[in-house]
């Protein structure tokens, strides 16, 4: 079923906007003109893709870095744990960023879904 759920003056030129349609928390993404719809968490820890970032057609979770496909809603990689920078003084605290990447490692990354997006005029369409 075809539902409006933008116009296509809302969605900036390569940029991102959450939605919610049918409850369903979705993202249009804007590449180069062409508009894309997926899911609006990420498939590693659940973290807002609105907030992160596209190039071209990859869009980039700001949580661990995790690129998603929006053309095939495909998981690209696996996450990137973030530098600490300097480390603390406390001994459990030194070895955080360590643990952190340990227990990534172990949490599996799913692909995303996407849905079918169709310009009517000047709505944009999802197909839910």
């Given at each position: 079923?075809?539902i409006e759920?933008?116009?296509?003056?809302?969605?900036?030129?390569?940029?991102?906007?959450?939605?919610?349609?049918?409850?369903k928390e979705?993202?249009?993404?804007?590449?180069?003109?062409?508009?894309?719809?997926?899911?609006?968490?990420?498939?590693?820890?659940?973290?807002?893709?609105?907030?992160?970032?596209?190039?071209?057609?990859?869009?980039?979770?700001?949580?661990?870095?995790?690129?998603?496909?929006?053309?095939?809603?495909?998981?690209?990689?696996?996450?990137?744990?973030?530098?600490?920078?300097?480390?603390?003084?406390?001994?459990?605290?030194?070895?955080?960023?360590?643990?952190?990447?340990?227990?990534?490692?172990?949490?599996?990354?799913?692909?995303?879904?996407?849905?079918?997006v169709k310009?009517?005029?000047?709505?944009?369409?999802?197909?839910?």
């Open positions: 079923m075809w759920v933008a116009k296509n003056n809302e969605l900036a030129h390569n940029g991102l906007k959450a939605i919610t349609a049918k409850g979705i993202v249009l993404c804007n590449c180069d003109g062409q508009i894309f719809a997926i899911d609006r968490r990420c498939g590693h820890m659940s973290a807002p893709l609105e907030m992160g970032t596209l190039d071209g057609h990859y869009v980039t979770c700001p949580m661990h870095h995790v690129q998603f496909d929006v053309r095939t809603g495909e998981a690209l990689n696996r996450p990137v744990p973030h530098y600490f920078g300097e480390q603390p003084e406390q001994e459990i605290l030194n070895n955080f960023p360590n643990w952190i990447a340990n227990l990534m490692g172990h949490i599996r990354t799913c692909d995303i879904k996407t849905y079918g310009i009517d005029g000047e709505s944009v369409k999802i197909d839910l």
